[in-house]
């Protein structure tokens, strides 16, 4: 079983940065894949950005890159996301995944993970 734990999540003015980070236990970390989705009231979650085990490679949702940037600390068992320039539309309840393979590269799909944290909720006010 993997744990995961969500925070550093607020209220911040359009333009601001915010940085969320992920605590996971339960499983070596280092071994798999982690991503960030959020979920804005009466939408459906939404991929935002995806790491690598090693972090080596990331991935983005056309709508954050450039201004959101994933990491992971394998030695602190912790990701993050960097969030910079927010704007209105990024307020949402952000959640941290796991998928449930070791060494599997799951991108965009909320099928390809089994494992969530309880959400942090972000919102950006105008």
């Known amino acids: 079983q993997v744990q995961l734990v969500e925070s550093g999540g607020g209220l911040v003015q359009v333009g601001g940065s915010l940085r969320l980070s992920c605590a996971a236990s339960g499983r070596t970390f280092s071994t798999y894949a982690m991503g960030w989705f959020r979920q804005a009231p009466g939408k459906e979650r939404e991929f935002v950005a995806a790491?690598?085990?090693?972090?080596?490679?990331?991935y983005y949702a056309d709508s954050v890159k450039g201004r959101f940037t994933v990491s992971r600390d394998n030695t602190k068992n912790t990701m993050y996301l960097q969030m910079n320039s927010l704007k209105p539309e990024d307020t949402a309840v952000y959640y941290c995944a796991a998928p449930g393979r070791t060494y599997y590269m799951a991108i965009g799909g909320s099928y390809d993970y089994d494992y969530w944290g309880q959400g942090t909720q972000v919102t950006v006010s105008s």
């Open positions: 790491i690598s085990w090693a972090g080596g490679n990331t």
